[in-house]
């Protein structure tokens, strides 16, 4: 078995110059702060999904914008509802106080008509008999 021994490499004529290219998240930030990254293939394919990524992010702002909007409305209708609900009992608690028989006769005292002191009769209708004799 021949032992292999040290010899002189010859140097490459043709050296090829490869960018200075770091791996990792320093070179991904070098890449996309310095713009290279949008020369290469690999961003043309991924390109479709940044803009689908873009508009989901504007959809996302949009709604969040709709829903505090519509949370907004809510609390205004809750307060107006909480107004209308006690102008009801008020205006509900005035006329029950004004269909009361001692405010009625007050009232029609100022015409000249008095409260009738005879209690209503109840009348009832005989039956007529249907015998054809």
């Known amino acids: ?32 702060l310095g713009g290279s990254f949008l020369t290469k293939e690999r961003a043309v394919r991924l390109l479709p999904l940044f803009l689908f990524l873009t508009m989901l992010a504007m959809f996302y702002i949009a709604n969040t914008y709709v829903a505090e909007k519509t949370e907004r409305d809510i609390q205004s209708l809750r307060k107006s509802l909480k107004e209308l609900r006690y102008e009801y009992i008020t205006t509900k608690s005035e006329l029950m106080k004004q269909s009361q028989q001692s405010e009625v006769a007050k009232r029609l005292k100022d015409i000249s008509i008095k409260e009738s002191r005879v209690p209503p009769v109840k009348v009832i209708k005989k039956e007529e008999s249907t015998d054809h004799d």
Do not use: C, H
């Open 1 to 32: 078995m021949a032992r292999p021994t040290n010899s002189i490499k010859a140097p490459e004529t043709e050296k090829k110059t490869k960018p200075d290219i770091k791996t990792g998240v320093g070179g991904a930030v070098q890449n996309v």
